[in-house]
T-cell receptor, first 113, second 107 residues
């Protein structure tokens, strides 16, 4: 079965711009989580969506937002980009109860210049 | 607030050496514990998981982890590492991840 698909793979944006990242989960997975990965910081949890509702949220500013569609696909939006937003953004999907862990996508590498 | 701590930032071992990577968490309720691995140039993969039952869990590629509730720990072990184990290892409690430990195995 197809894995978690994230698009685009790479993005270069300018400070102040906004960006939208997309994630298609594994078929049948209804939970989608987003993470920011930077060297030395590990994976920082952004938020989790389940059945189009945000179920959990990390400690990121309101510039970071997301949504989930009825087909479980999810998008993440970052507005007013800052240099510090440069990172690998990972999407992970799981079954409803999360108990089996997450399946990760390859990520979107965002560079803010 | 929940947190996950991985003690070692970078571990360097020779092939056939034994491995133990530490993971501690701060959360008093029921926890689902995971170890993930990220090989160079690849995406994160689930190595093993613990929900309940036997506190010693076995994962793929000869890895195992022991859940010690009294110590809030979930350390990862492997008796004899190989060069191909070179990767970054992440401990997770539910959706919260540690900062990761980079393992370098010298041939």
């Amino acid at each position: 079965k197809a894995g978690v698909t994230q698009t685009p793979r790479y993005l270069i944006k300018t400070r102040g711009q906004q960006v939208t990242l997309s994630c298609s989960p594994i078929s049948g997975h209804r939970s989608v989580s987003w993470y920011q990965q930077t060297p030395g910081q590990g994976l920082q949890f952004l938020f989790e969506y389940f059945s189009e509702t945000q179920r959990n949220k990390g400690n990121f500013p309101g510039r970071f937002s997301g949504r989930q569609f009825s087909n479980s696909r999810s998008e993440m939006n970052v507005s007013t980009l800052e240099l510090g937003d440069s990172a690998l953004y990972l999407c992970a999907s799981s079954l409803a109860d999360r108990g089996n862990g997450y399946t990760f996508g390859s990520g979107t590498r965002l560079t803010v210049v | 607030a929940q947190s996950v701590s991985q003690h070692n930032h970078h571990v360097i071992l020779s092939e056939a050496a034994s491995l133990e990577l530490g993971c501690n968490y701060s959360y008093g309720g029921t926890v689902n514990l995971f170890w993930y691995v990220q090989y160079p140039g690849q995406h994160l993969q689930l190595l093993l998981k613990y929900f309940s039952g036997d506190p010693l869990v076995k994962g793929i590629k000869g890895f195992e982890a022991e859940f010690i509730k009294s110590k809030f720990s979930f350390n990862l072990r492997k008796p004899s590492v190989q060069w191909s184990d070179t990767a970054e290892y992440f401990c997770a409690v539910g959706m919260r991840f540690g900062a990761g430990t980079r393992l370098t195995v010298k041939p």
